[in-house]
């Protein structure tokens, strides 16, 4: 019986166990390598590359759970796995091009052994249905980001960076450690669904309950970098390597949204509940008496507007893309406050979206660090005449962080507001898109000094290898293409949004 | 400026331990085993302990040498320990070993070897308002603990639920640790892994 649940278990775990073995490789190999390679690379990529085959194998596989209820393997979880490998993927590419990483003296294996225990990270928390399962997952791919933060020591920057992010998360995750106690208390159960049954069925201390929803808030908070917990962003962003900086903006974001998601409908859902669908809509059914979507909707207000707000008096492109990183991760939040699976497919979908325009943004900015030593925006006036394929993919990334039509951002940030709009909060979307108004015009100011004043001083030309460009042209065009053709996109979001355990 | 005596129990931030142990001893003689007349050979060993326990305690923090209150800080763990083992809870008993007498003691060595510090003198000119939260929250810990002696005293909790003999055995936590959460247990050797890479990592000077 055990054994039977094991191999059964592992029979549905094989992109996690590639994974987990292609992290005890590299950390292996590279020991035989004298001089710095880039071996461990390459394998990194390989062991991607096969998970994502197997995930790929998934794709059709029924929702259940494995491991003693403690993992599902569901369509939500394979939509965040093929998002994670993606940007794993990507991640290695920056990396391989970064001139930043390239000069310095490290050898980088344990940097790729620890991206790749992120990744796995990620992939646990989008499908843990255990609370203990979700706190390891957490910790994991905490941990591997904290080191990797702090990865190349020659700056100072780097190591405060490191030091700020390791102080921040403790606090958070023991703060979340602290609420998952007060939820055993409540419920006797770590399970997400005998909570879900235990709170259905048994009246229990509302305010109990929400003080443990809170702390387990400041963990899910600080992955996503939501308001009140998004303070160690700036900072962390803008000292840790670009590759580094794009990866926590993105593979940890993501897995953060998939383990909020997951644990607040599926633990908080009114078990003894039919679903009810009213109008052609469907909702999830909560627990009544439970405002949990009222905080969410004040926590998505205050981190996009906080967002936005801040970055317009950025002047370091790093700085800003991470205030504009937690202005997002607002609209997201966004979605999430109408409870039903339109709004849950719209996050899905920007999620999607976010990963090719923001891995762009930052791919554009440490090409531009290579080539221009420079991360301030003042400094890089007129650039947009000096390498144009550069500059004009960047412009395709702010217009599509910021919402403009025919980009890729514009169809996320549609589907979230449409989905808005249609369970009635008209004012969330009002707010949103006063945002996204906001928003347009740091993005705009960046494209306004590449492209409207006439570079001084030196004014050759200055191009990259094909590698580069191929890199370049191979995130702005899905974020373009997304923007016009985007049935499959939204199809495979509205697909993935089957949740195991959710009607 | 506080009165030494009410000064120090702060400082170290360990004031909580003598109240700690007194609770668990008035736990114990009015709680666990119902007759406080009964002198079974058990209940003098509680007591034996618990009277340890407050003794180390004291001593911690009264001695001026840091090194000698840690010192006694770690006969005031293995005391609660043992206690913790009379009460059948085995594997409480050694995690309490295990974690604070081990880890978190080390811990305190070493920030004491890294300051440096020969007596606390230095410390006791610090602000006031810390230590006033301190003992601040040493008294918050201690009603709570002993609102909760008062209440089982008052017969609410006096029932021993069926399975509380036989939770805390190891057997009990080992049979769940490798059938249940035999997941959970071997993720956690990954997230080891990466936080001793990790750590490597971070204090290697250069990598060569």
Redesign the interface.
Known sequence: M?TQQ?LD?LSKFYPETIL?VT?LVI?FVELFFKKKTRVSGWIAMAGLAAAMLFTFLQVNIPAQTI??Q??AVDPFSYFFKVLLILSGFLIVLFTFLSDEIRSS???TQ?YY??LI?LT?GGF?MASSV?L??MY??L??SS??S??LA??F?KSNRSSEA?LKYVIYGGVSSGLMLFGISLIYGICGSLDMFAISAYLSANPVNLITLLIAIFLMLAGFGYKISAVPFHFWTPDVYEGSPMPVTALLSVSSKAAGFAMLIRFFLVAFQNAGHPTITTEGLHQYITLPGLHWPEVIAVIAVATMTLGNVVAIWQDNLKRLLAYSSIAQAGYMLLAFVVVSPQGISAMLTYLAVYLFMNLGAFFAAILISNKYKTENIEEMKGIGYRSPLLCVSMAVFMLSLSGIPMTAGFIGKFYIFSALINNGYIWLAIIGLMNSVVSLYYYIKILKNMFLIRPQGDTGAVSFGAGYSVLLLALAIPTIVLGIFFGPLTKFAEYSVQIFGLK | MLPNWLARPALAGLGLSPGYSFILYLALIFNHNLNFLQFTFENILILFFSLLAVFGALMMVTRKNPITSALYLILNFFCVSAIYLLLRAQFIAIIQVLVYAGAIMVLFLFVIMLLNLHDESKLSEKITYKKLSAILISLLLFSVLAITVYFSYMNKYREIHSSAETIGTIEVIGNELYTTFSFPFELVSFVLLAAIVGAIVLAKKKFD
């Open positions: 055990l094991i278990g987990s992290i950390v491991f003693f403690m993992v003296e490290f050898k344990e052994a620890l225990a796995l646990l255990n203990l399962m390891l997952a910790e994991l941990l591997s904290y080191v702090g990865y020591k490191a």
